[in-house]
């Protein structure tokens, strides 16, 4: 089967920069994807990595090392608006996707 | 909006009738996910299609549910037969085939049972 682990709540201030990590379990592993949601709307689509390394766009981030089976978003710059719910998601036998429970990301003038 | 809707946005049903979700989604994602999400939880897999196929089916999905895309294009999920614990958020999103990992999701179906 496949597992993800998240940390459940994270708080910052405006401003500052922080890191939501995600471990995994899984066979058949393609890549790991990040999703937003805020309260009452759908998942959107952040970062997506499908090799090991950095991938930057704008003010996030996204990490992966595979041998380490182990990932993290970085959210820079925290804005009120980035207070949410943060999803990674592990992507396996090419065209299945495993959603964690999620991280509420609660920003803070 | 990314362009994906779904329809209606709530719907409550007693228990043991049936329930018809429709997902348009964006006209050139030839891909179709639909994924259901309980409060506090990520979206969980139900069911897929590459154009008008179904490609795959969780396991855990029970039998009361199917699911078609008859043209490649728009997709129904219906429930039959509905319980208690089928109450949870439907959301359904499109894909390109190349790019299945940016998945664009539709705002939702709340499904209530009573």
């Known amino acids: 089967g496949q597992s993800l682990e998240q940390p459940s709540e994270v708080t910052a201030v405006e401003g500052a920069i922080v890191q939501i990590n995600c471990t995994y379990q899984?066979?058949?592993?393609?890549?790991l994807s990040w999703y937003q949601q805020h309260d009452g709307g759908a998942p959107t689509f952040l970062s997506y990595?499908?090799?090991?390394g950095l991938e930057e766009t704008g003010r996030f981030s996204s990490f992966l090392s595979r041998s380490d089976s182990y990932g993290y978003l970085l959210l820079q710059e925290l804005q009120m608006k980035d207070s949410a719910s943060y999803f990674c998601?592990?992507?396996?036998?090419?065209?299945?996707?495993?959603f964690g429970s999620g991280t509420k990301l609660n920003v803070k003038p | 909006d990314t362009g994906v809707s779904q329809d209606p946005r709530h719907k409550i049903t007693k228990r043991g009738q049936n329930v018809t979700f429709r997902c348009d989604p964006i006209?050139?994602?030839?891909?179709l996910y639909w994924y259901r999400q309980t409060l506090g939880q990520g979206p969980e897999f139900l069911t897929y299609f590459q154009n008008e196929a179904q490609l795959e089916k969780s396991r855990l999905l029970s039998d009361r549910f199917s699911a078609e895309r008859p043209k490649g294009s728009f997709s129904t999920l219906e429930i039959q037969r509905t319980e208690q614990g089928d109450s949870a958020m439907y959301l359904c999103a499109s894909t390109l085939r190349d790019r299945d990992y940016e998945q664009y999701f539709g705002p939702g179906t709340r499904l209530t049972v009573t």
């Open positions: 899984t066979s058949g592993f393609y890549g």
């Open positions: 990595n499908g090799l090991d």
């Open positions: 998601a592990v992507q396996y036998n090419f065209n299945k996707f495993y």
């Open positions: 006209s050139e994602h030839n891909r």
